[in-house]
């Protein structure tokens, strides 16, 4: 018996070390990230920016509809809206044989009706704004790949862009994905950085309409198809972006065949950046376009209240406008998801991006747990679900161990929260 004991004790100190060698910045990391008090949702949408009046209209729905759910505090439900300013002028472009980019902006009076759906938003707390690119590409490589000829364009390829610049009310989510990536140059695949100096010109560009439209520019940026680097970030920094919205990873670039690079680096909620940029984690994805129920929110918000991490629900412009049907259905599942989050988690708070990240970088944040035991039971949920460490921990037995001490602790569960076991 006693040499048995001695082997399982042998085991278990061999594993810990094990997961402390291979894993030891990320245990690390995990306990800095800071610890929720408290359930936090919030809807982050993209793509909004020029396009058909209709847009407009969709825009008054869902601030009608988010009005109207409140957590117990009183606040709506916040939904961000990733700004894009501007899109091509197509029929400039064609008259110039696509030698020259020209574009329509927020700021043209054609889309006054969308800004001023955005205003109405802002102005009671609903919608909140945040950049996301002047243009949902790098221009330059849509027009080196609508002329083909040196680009990696094929005929193809070059053909079915001309026919969407031709295209009523055009959308850039009908791009191809990796024409997407506005922080690369992606004329020729795979992609190649941009020149420094052409960053900050369009980073400055695009804080310049912002200003102009709304009267200032967001200090929140959302990086187009979370494709960016050091030098993006710097430029963000220097005119005012003090939050950067992240998967939990940075993606710096497109291969040969259009998808994405490997990672180069991972990120938790409350980690800095360059100057001093905060990061927040968006990992939840809501589209009911693609048949997403409000069910996936329930079961990722149990999970992420028993991390003490923030829900941010990433959603697009393309759930919410195009046929009633489609658009009332989309707007309509959203609302089940929130009031269905708000009877599990009757604590829950909504608040936007910049508000969360304002927590996130203030320790006595009456949002952050600073207790010990709660952190460890925290502590102990999150490596239990780290995808880095998770064969390490199943096969040897520290799942079981961590599961156990996660409940030892108190196991931060926001009990209180009648409904939480059901989510």
């Not at 940029?277 to 589209?287: A, L, N």
Request: aromatic share 8%; proline share 7%; net charge neutral.
């Amino acid at each position: 018996m006693g040499i048995l004991f001695f082997l399982i004790l042998g085991w278990f100190g061999a594993s810990v070390g094990l997961l402390i060698a291979l894993h030891g910045r990320a245990l690390a990391a995990a306990w800095r990230e800071p610890v929720l008090a408290r359930p936090v949702v919030i809807i982050e949408s993209d793509d909004w920016g020029p396009g058909p009046a209709e847009d407009a209209t969709a825009l008054g729905v869902l601030l009608d509809t988010l009005t109207a759910v409140r957590d117990a505090a009183g606040h709506p439900a916040v939904m961000t809206l990733g700004v894009v300013g501007a899109v091509p002028d197509g029929a400039a472009m064609l008259a110039s044989g696509n030698t020259r980019y020209a574009r329509r902006s927020l700021a043209d009076c054609d889309f006054v009706p969308i800004v001023e759906a955005m205003r109405a938003g802002c102005r009671v707390g609903v919608f909140a704004l945040q950049r996301h690119g002047l243009e949902h590409f790098w221009p330059a490589s849509l027009l080196a790949r609508l002329r083909g000829g040196a680009s990696s364009a094929s005929p193809a390829e070059s053909d079915a862009l001309q026919r969407w610049l031709h295209t009523p009310g055009v959308r850039t989510e009908d791009l191809p994905a990796y024409l997407q990536s506005r922080w690369v140059d992606c004329a020729r695949l795979p992609s190649s950085p941009l020149a420094p100096a052409e960053i900050v010109c369009a980073v400055g560009e695009e804080a310049d309409l912002l200003r102009q439209v709304f009267g200032d520019a967001p200090d929140v940026a959302v990086p187009n198809t979370f494709v960016w680097d050091d030098r993006v970030e710097q430029a963000w920094a220097a005119s005012g972006v003090r939050c950067v919205v992240t998967p939990g990873r940075r993606y710096e670039g497109r291969d040969a065949a259009g998808q994405l690079v490997a990672p180069t680096r991972r990120m938790r909620n409350g980690e800095r950046g360059c100057g001093d940029v905060c990061y927040v984690v968006r990992d939840v994805y809501f589209e009911p376009l693609r048949g997403h129920r409000a069910e996936r929110v329930w079961e990722a918000l149990a999970e992420k209240v028993a991390e003490g991490r923030p829900v941010l629900l990433e959603t697009h412009r393309a759930n919410f406008v195009g046929p009633l049907p489609v658009r009332d259905a989309a707007i309509a599942e959203l609302e089940r998801a929130l009031r269905g989050a708000l009877a599990r988690h009757p604590d829950l708070r909504f608040m936007s991006t910049a508000e969360l990240a304002g927590a996130l970088r203030d320790p006595g944040s009456p949002l952050r747990v600073l207790a010990l035991r709660p952190r460890l039971a925290v502590w102990c949920a999150r490596l239990e679900r780290d995808p880095e460490a998770a064969r390490l921990l199943k096969f040897s037995g520290l799942g079981a161990v961590l599961r156990a001490a996660r409940y030892l602790f108190g196991d931060v569960t926001f009990r209180r929260s009648p409904g939480a076991a059901g989510c």
